[in-house]
């Protein structure tokens, strides 16, 4: 699906996402990903937090995809999040990235850790 288009002028963006992957910045992401607006990386999930960890002091707020549906961030980990000075918000994450771009576009300080909304068929 594609976002609504929005011009980011030196800004990275999520253009879309599908099955197994994210369209940031024009480009194709498989898997998850982690976008902030100056770099889009690839992200090995939950269990994965040190680039969660290292975006403290670069972002204000983290916005936390799920997937397709809204489910609950282990605690443990938002704790440590929160604790390293993030705001934490958890939603789907068609919603991570429509509120990433969004307040990416007022140009606050944001990021969005995005969880793939499905698999590829295959």
Request: proline share 7%.
């Amino acid at each position: 699906m594609q976002l609504n288009e929005v011009n980011f002028p030196g800004a990275v963006p999520v253009d879309g996402y599908g099955p197994g992957f994210f369209r940031v910045g024009g480009q194709v992401m498989e898997g998850a990903v982690i976008v902030t607006a100056e770099r889009a990386q690839g992200w090995h999930g939950l269990d994965d937090d040190a680039p969660l960890m290292a975006l403290a002091g670069e972002v204000d707020v983290l916005f936390v995809g799920m997937g397709a549906e809204i489910a609950h961030l282990p605690s443990q980990l938002r704790a440590r999040l929160e604790e390293a000075g993030l705001g934490v918000e958890v939603m789907s994450s068609p919603a991570a990235a429509r509120s990433y771009n969004v307040l990416l576009s007022e140009g606050r300080r944001v990021a969005a850790a995005l969880l793939p909304v499905g698999t590829p068929a295959g």
